[in-house]
Nanobody
Framework: QVRLVESGGGLVQPGGSLRLSCAAS????????MEWYRQAPGKQRDVVAS???????TYAEPVKGRFTISRDDAKNTVYLQMNSLKPEDTAVYYC????????WGQGTQVTVSS
């Protein structure tokens, strides 16, 4: 029904930057909030950042000051700007939409390595 498609992942060096995009098939305003999660091999999937329908952002402590979540309702897209990337940021990043149901994207790989 609702599809979320992530893009923008790739291989970057420590200290580099990357911007992830999450395009929703429906109107972004339909959802209570949009979130970014990440999951590294052998670890649980943890929330990285979230943004409410009203535009209020929340960040996990490890990424505060480095990551920025934003939304463009006209494009039905949520972004995650990642700066000062560290090897510990390496993970598959997933987009999640909270509405009448919870929807997940397929994920995009981010690898931070020298």
């Amino acid at each position: 029904q609702v599809r979320l498609v992530e893009s923008g992942g790739g291989l970057v060096q420590p200290g580099g930057s990357l911007r992830l995009s999450c395009a929703a098939s429906g109107r972004l305003s339909t959802f209570y909030a949009m979130e970014w999660y990440r999951q590294a091999p052998g670890k649980q999937r943890d929330v990285v950042a979230s943004i409410t329908r009203g535009g209020s952002p929340t960040y996990a402590e490890p990424v505060k000051g480095r990551f920025t979540i934003s939304r463009d309702d006209a494009k039905n897209t949520v972004y995650l700007q990642m700066n000062s990337l560290k090897p510990e940021d390496t993970a598959v990043y997933y987009c999640r939409a909270l509405g009448l149901e919870t929807y997940w994207g397929q994920g995009t790989q981010v690898t931070v390595s020298s």
